[in-house]
């Protein structure tokens, strides 16, 4: 049931069982997330410096002036 107030805070009102299975659906999705980023984390620690790019390289690349950032 939703429960529109004057002041524009809403409330709604769930049974306990059905809130309980929205935030572990909410918690899972938060460890999906973590987990991408770790993945992505853990790819980047195996590229090899060479690999990498300066600022001063893209900053040249795309035409921008750090100095102007």
Known sequence: ?????????????LPIDEYERLKSLEELFETIDHKEIYDVIQLRQNTPLSSFVSLDE?????NIDIKQL
């Not at 893209?58 to 795309?62: E, G, I, P, V």
Request: cysteine-free; proline content about 6%; charged content about 35%.
């Open 1 to 13: 049931m939703l429960i529109k107030t004057p002041n524009k805070d809403d409330v709604v009102i």
């Open 58 to 62: 893209m900053a040249r690349k795309f």
